[in-house]
């Protein structure tokens, strides 16, 4: 026990050099506010958002040589393999000069979860996990109007399948390690904030971060 402990620790501190990080995963299905929330928490709180699907999209948007395949992916609500999300959130996080992360939207399956883990060494302090009906997801994802391929009704059938077979199962894993907190997500943006502080304010009088 003790030495798998070493030895993910060893990996953590090859693949990050010597950076300790706090990392938060902020997870539910698409559209649930994910994004809005993080922006509330980096102003409040102190922490670095990364969202990997922004990271994919300024991917696809630098002309990468993944481009084309992340772009079709995105398009049908499919997962990216898991080493390209990693590499860009792992470089996200050597970049920058804060030690604490949210990175929402990822991981988006049992994969994806096991190889960050095994990758980066990084264990999240918890799961913040949104919980809103796909009816109101889906109002929220048409309406959003910010040109993305993936917002029409028949790529977002295609998410909520994904979200529900391949997504949820990595809140489940971290719910069985005692690990997430749930969020009423369907709330108006002010209400769910001041749920998300409770959560946060105690971390940060905990000095875990
Ligand atoms: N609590 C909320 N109530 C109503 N609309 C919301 C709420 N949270 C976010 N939105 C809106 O819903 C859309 C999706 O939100 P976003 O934060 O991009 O979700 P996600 O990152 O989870 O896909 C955006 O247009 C956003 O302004
Ligand atoms: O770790 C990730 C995050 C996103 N995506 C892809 O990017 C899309 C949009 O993700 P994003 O998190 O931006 O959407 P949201 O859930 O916020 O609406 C997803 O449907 C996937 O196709 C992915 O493959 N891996
Ligand atoms: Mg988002």
């Given at each position: 026990m003790g030495s798998a402990t070493e030895a993910t620790k060893d990996i953590s501190e090859n693949l990050l050099g010597d950076k300790k990080v706090t990392v938060v995963f902020v997870l539910g299905g698409p559209g649930s506010g994910k994004g809005t929330q993080c922006a509330n928490i980096v102003e409040h709180y102190g922490f670095t958002h990364l969202s990997a699907g922004d990271l994919l999209r300024a991917e696809i948007k630098s002309g990468s040589e993944n481009g084309t395949m992340i772009q079709n992916m995105i398009k049908e609500g499919k997962i990216v393999p898991s080493e390209v999300t990693i590499k860009l959130l792992q470089t996200a996080i050597l970049e920058?000069?804060?030690?604490?992360?949210?990175?929402?939207?990822?991981?988006?399956?049992e994969e994806n979860r096991a190889a960050f883990e095994r990758v980066t060494g990084i264990v999240p302090e918890f799961v913040l996990f949104f919980d809103c009906s796909e009816e109101e997801m889906e109002r929220r994802l048409l309406g959003r109007n910010q040109g993305r391929v993936d917002d029409n009704i028949e790529t977002i059938k295609k998410r909520f399948k994904v979200f529900v077979e391949s997504s949820l199962p990595v809140v489940e894993h971290y719910e069985s390690l005692g690990k997430v907190k749930r969020i009423d997500a369907a709330k108006p943006i002010p209400e769910v904030f001041e749920d998300i502080k409770v959560i946060f304010s105690s971390l940060a009088s905990k000095g875990t971060a």
């Open positions: 920058n000069g804060n030690d604490k992360f949210l990175i929402d939207g990822f991981p988006r399956n």
